[in-house]
């Protein structure tokens, strides 16, 4: 099974791009993705009803445990943790979403879109804006000209750019690796221009929804808030119930997205090098968190089988990363989230390495 000990370095030593390109020859000689599909059990691609809304009732469940925690908490201390909590569950929406997102949350198409922009409304997320944005990270994972996540600039061009958009590609890539998501939002989900004549019609009309809701959640937000407290109090009541959990929801969405394919034993690669399989089995890290993060989002993170098929839904996860790692164990790579594999990542993991298809450090680089 191909996973390495913890570093920091960017360069990914000799030995492991020897490893890695043995076994990449070996998987692509073995098998593409269909052949991989196929070697799933078929009851894992089957939509339960039962299980979809059992997690759907959870994770409500949890969402209004935290609003009400946050209503009723006498005690300042306590708020981050609350916090932390509702922003976890409310992330657990986004996972639940990301399945009508794909089309493995119900068999109904309406059903996924109704279940998919209600959940997304609390992150003003417009929900065929990012279905159609994720869809083509999919279909091209750890392509460098197509993967529109967490995909690194060529050094070249990082170069080429104006000071300070390279001082932010720098922070979103290091340290402040939390925020990038929201960048990441602003920047590709509220301007139709960006969509497909196809899709655009779609797209617009959810940022339609999620511009209505947010009319009606801010100022609501306020009142309530200035009622009790006046101004101060409207604006501490948008604070306290939308923008700490939403920053909380954005933490893990960076740090999910970003560990899921970036470390620096896992490469980038050309056009001419990328294969579906490579990219979705060999290129996908698991990535193990704590038990309380997994409940509330719905594995996420069991993120292999996931990349194998979308259609296999959330609940089926577990199930299917072991047939996986029983058939496919020496392609696949696994760790787990703590402080040292964050580091690694945000000291060294920045930009693309054109002589190899590994990382190089934005502080590496040389006038």
């Known amino acids: 099974m191909a996973s390495p000990a913890k570093t920091t370095t960017a360069n990914a030593p000799e030995s492991y791009k020897i490893r890695n390109t043995h076994q990449i020859r070996e ?9 991989v599909i196929k070697s799933l059990p078929r009851e894992l691609f089957e939509k339960n009803m039962t299980k979809a809304y059992i997690s ?28 932390v909590f509702t922003g ?3 992330t657990g929406f986004f996972v639940l979403a990301h399945d009508a997102g794909h089309r493995s949350f119900s068999p109904r198409r309406w059903e996924n879109d109704l279940v998919g922009h209600v959940l997304l409304l609390p992150l003003l997320y417009p929900f065929h804006c990012w279905r159609v944005m994720h869809d083509k990270h999919h279909k091209y994972t750890n392509h460098i000209e ?6 690194p600039l060529r050094p070249e061009f990082f170069k080429s750019l104006p000071p300070v958009t390279q001082f932010l590609y720098a922070q ?23 969509y497909r004549e196809q899709d655009r019609k779609d797209a617009t009309f959810s940022m339609r929804v999620v511009q209505a809701f947010a009319l009606v ?19 501490w009541t948008i604070i306290n119930f939308w923008l700490m959990p939403f920053l909380v929801y954005h933490f893990w969405m960076s740090t999910f997205t970003l560990i899921h394919h970036t470390r620096f034993d896992v490469p980038f690669y050309e056009a001419q090098q990328w294969t579906a399989v490579t990219g979705q089995l060999f290129s996908t890290i698991h990535c193990e968190f704590p038990a309380w993060v997994e409940y509330l ?14 259609s296999i839904p959330s609940y089926n996860l577990p199930k299917a990363h072991k047939e996986i790692k029983a058939r496919w164990g020496a392609f696949i790579h696994e760790t787990r989230f703590d402080w040292p594999l964050m580091k690694g ?17 934005v502080q590496d680089l040389k006038d």
Do not use: M
């Open 27 to 35: 998987l692509e000689a073995q098998a593409d993705l269909q052949t």
């Open 217 to 235: 959640l801010f100022p609501t937000l306020f009142y309530l808030g200035s009622v009790s407290g006046g101004i101060l109090g409207g604006f």
């Open 56 to 83: 759907l009732v959870s994770s409500v469940v949890c969402v209004a445990l935290g609003y009400v925690s946050l209503a009723l908490n006498p005690f300042p201390a306590l708020f981050p943790l609350l916090w």
């Open 172 to 194: 979103a890539r290091g340290y402040f690796w939390w925020l990038a998501s929201i960048g990441h939002w602003l920047a590709i989900h509220f301007d139709p221009k960006l």
């Open 146 to 151: 197509e993967d529109n996540a967490w995909a």
């Open 88 to 90: 976890t569950a409310l």
């Open 297 to 310: 989002c719905h594995n996420i993170n069991v993120h292999i089988p996931h990349h194998i098929s979308t």
């Open 345 to 361: 990542i945000v000291r060294s993991c920045h930009l693309y390495n054109d002589e190899d298809g590994y990382y190089r450090a």
